[in-house]
C-alpha cells in the first residue's frame, strides 16, 4: 500500500508493520471478505481505462483521503481514515483494482469548511485523483460539493446526514434522514410511548436540518417539542440547557451534538444528576468512536440510532472488527460512520471493475445495483439516487463503551433523501 502524506507526516505504522498488519488482516477476513476482494484482475492498458487525465499509471491508481485529523471534529473523523485506509490496504493485498495498487493521498480539513473545500480542489485538480474519501460534517461536504461537480470528482461520503440531497458527483454511504431519524422517533414514542421532546444540536446545517425534520415528525405524530437549542462546535458549557431540561421534564432528549462537544456534555448531564436509566436520551451522533472520549460511564443508559454498531454479531463483523484492530491496536472502538467509511473504497472497486475503467462517468454510470453482501453490516446495495439500502437499529449505551442491539428493521430501508411532507 502506498501512502502520500501531503502534510509531511509519517505514516502511523512502519511499512514492515504495515505490510504484517495488512497480511494478518486479509487472512483473518478470509471467510467473510472473499467475496469483497474477488479475483485478481489484469491489467489493462492505461489508454483504455483513463481516458480523462487521471492519475492512474501502467501500476497505480491515486485516491484522496479528506478528513479532519485536527480540530473539534478530529475524534469522530480520525476512525474514517483508519477504516478506509484498511480497506484500501486489503484491496491492494488482493491485487488492486485492474491490475493497479492504490495510491493515497490524504489532507486534512482541519474541521474547518474553507480548507476542506481547498483542499478538495487540490486533490483533484493538482494530485487527479479518481475518486476522493471524506467529510464528515454535512458543513464540510457542501464545502466541497461545488468543487466536485465543477471539477466532475468522485466523492465517497461516509456520514449519517440530514438528506435532502442527491449529486451525480456524490455516493452516500451513511444513512439519510428517512433511515435514521422518523425510524429512530418511532421507536422512542413506540417502545417508551414518548409524547414530549427537547432538541439538542450542534449550530450547523446537519443538526438544524435533522431537528426540524424531527419536530415535524414529533408533531405529526401527536407529540410536543419542549424547547430546542443548538451550540458552536467545540462549545464546552451546556448547563444552562441542562438545567432547562431538568425544570421541563421531557420525556426524551433528542441530542444531536457532534465532536469534542460530546465530552463536555455527557459529563455535565451526570455531574447534574441526569440519571440516563430513568431519563431517555436518544442520539443519532454519538458513535462508539465518540465514547471513547465521552467514557462509557457517562453515557450509559442512552440509546443510539445507527445502522450499524460495533458489538453487530455476524461473521462479516467479526472479521471486520479482527481486521480493524490488527491493522490499529486492539483497544481501538469502531463507530457507524468508520464502517460506512470502509465500504466506500469496496463500493468504488467493484464500480471501477464492472465499468471496466477509471473514468467518473463510467463509475456513475456502473454504480447502481452494485452491491456488497460482505459489508459488515451485513448487506448494502446503491440505489440509483446514490445512497444506500440499509437497516435501522437502536443500540443502548453501556459502561464498558460498546452498544446492545435492541432493536433492528426487519427488512432493509429503501433510501428516500427527499421525503414528502419534510423538505
Excluded at 475524534?75 to 474514517?80: A, K, L, M, V, Y
Excluded at 473545500?117 to 461545488?146: I, N, Y
Amino acid at each position: 500500500m502506498t501512502l502520500t502524506h501531503s502534510t509531511g507526516h509519517a505514516p502511523r505504522f512502519g511499512l514492515k508493520r504495515l505490510a504484517a498488519a495488512v497480511a494478518v488482516s486479509v487472512m483473518t477476513s478470509v471467510g467473510a471478505l472473499a467475496g469483497l476482494a474477488g479475483a485478481a484482475h489484469a491489467a489493462p492498458p492505461t489508454a483504455e481505462v483513463n481516458t480523462t487525465g487521471l492519475a492512474v499509471t501502467d501500476t497505480e491508481v491515486t485516491v484522496g483521503i479528506l478528513h479532519s485529523v485536527t480540530g473539534t471534529m478530529a475524534i469522530s473523523e480520525t476512525g474514517s481514515v483508519q477504516a478506509e485506509k484498511l480497506a484500501i490496504a486489503q484491496i491492494n493485498a488482493s491485487g488492486g483494482i485492474l491490475g493497479r495498487q492504490i495510491k493515497v493521498v490524504q489532507e486534512d480539513g482541519a474541521s474547518d469548511w474553507p480548507t476542506f473545500a481547498e483542499k478538495a480542489r487540490k486533490l483533484l485538480v493538482s494530485d487527479k485523483t479518481a475518486a476522493v474519501f471524506g467529510c464528515w460534517t454535512s458543513a464540510s461536504r457542501k464545502a466541497v460539493l461545488p468543487v466536485f461537480e465543477k471539477e466532475n470528482g468522485l466523492l465517497y461520503y461516509p456520514t449519517f446526514y440530514e438528506g435532502l440531497e442527491e449529486s451525480p458527483n456524490v455516493f452516500y454511504t451513511g444513512q439519510e434522514a428517512t433511515q435514521q431519524i422518523l425510524a429512530g422517533i418511532d421507536w422512542v414514542m413506540k417502545e417508551k410511548g414518548a409524547k414530549s421532546f427537547y432538541l439538542l444540536g450542534s449550530d450547523y446545517i446537519w443538526p438544524r436540518t435533522s431537528n426540524k425534520i424531527a419536530r415535524k415528525h414529533i408533531e405529526m405524530n401527536g407529540a410536543k417539542v419542549l424547547g430546542e437549542e443548538y451550540f458552536a462546535l467545540g462549545h464546552t458549557q451546556f448547563n444552562s440547557a441542562i438545567n432547562k431540561i431538568k425544570l421541563r421534564k421531557p420525556d426524551v432528549i433528542y441530542a444531536i451534538i457532534v465532536g469534542g462537544s460530546n465530552v463536555a456534555f455527557y459529563k455535565q448531564l451526570k455531574a447534574a444528576g441526569v440519571d440516563l436509566s430513568k431519563q431517555t436520551l436518544l442520539t443519532i451522533s454519538v458513535t462508539e468512536d465518540e465514547v471513547l472520549g465521552i467514557g462509557g460511564e457517562n453515557i450509559a443508559g442512552a440509546y443510539a440510532s445507527m445502522k450499524y454498531f460495533q458489538s453487530l454479531d455476524n461473521p462479516n463483523n467479526a472479521a471486520f472488527v479482527a481486521a480493524f484492530k490488527e491493522m490499529w491496536g486492539k483497544d481501538i472502538v469502531i463507530g457507524d460512520v468508520t464502517q460506512a467509511a470502509y465500504l466506500g473504497p469496496w463500493l468504488w472497486k467493484a464500480a471501477v471493475e464492472k465499468a471496466g475503467s477509471f473514468d467518473v462517468d463510467k463509475v456513475r454510470e456502473a454504480s447502481p445495483g452494485i452491491e456488497l453482501t460482505t459489508a459488515p453490516e451485513g448487506y448494502v446495495k446503491i440505489h440509483p439516487n446514490h445512497h444506500l439500502w440499509s437497516k435501522t437499529r437502536i443500540g443502548l449505551a453501556k459502561p464498558d463503551g460498546q452498544f446492545e442491539v435492541l432493536y433492528e428493521t426487519a427488512e432493509l430501508m429503501e433510501p428516500d433523501p427527499f421525503p414528502k411532507g419534510y423538505q
